[in-house]
Nanobody, 128 residues
């Protein structure tokens, strides 16, 4: 049974950093493509970063300088490191996974429905 459980969110001041985690069960992190999306109140879900099972990554252009997606295969966990947090980063952050292979990852950033499995999300709140 596939399960994704996010953690690591919280309330931080602008300029701070966070590392979000997504604990994976039901498949190996290096066998599926995985992603982080976020959704702010009243806004659509947006793609943050994707890592394909071969380790290739892609990021939303506006976020690539401050966000880092990675995985620990031994711990079967996906991570999102966020630096220099801004109030506009306030959102629920979701981990997503899918066994599909995609040659091009960038279109997936605006197509969250491509991912079959989702976690429950972890809230990030940034105060100025």
């Amino acid at each position: 049974q596939v399960q994704l459980v996010e953690s690591g969110g919280g309330s931080v001041q602008a300029g701070g950093s966070l590392r979000l985690s997504c604990a994976i069960s039901g498949f190996r992190a290096d066998e599926w493509s995985m992603a982080w999306f976020r959704q702010a109140p009243g806004k659509e879900r947006e793609g943050v970063a994707i890592i394909r099972r071969d380790g290739i990554t892609t990021y939303a252009d506006a976020l690539r300088d401050r966000f880092l997606i990675s995985r620990d295969n031994a711990k079967n966990t996906l991570y999102l490191q966020i630096a220099s947090l801004k109030p506009e980063d306030n959102a629920m952050y979701y981990c997503a996974a899918d066994p599909s292979w995609w040659n091009s990852l960038r279109p997936l950033l605006v197509n969250p429905s491509s991912f079959t499995y989702w976690g429950q999300g972890t809230q990030v709140t940034v105060s100025s």
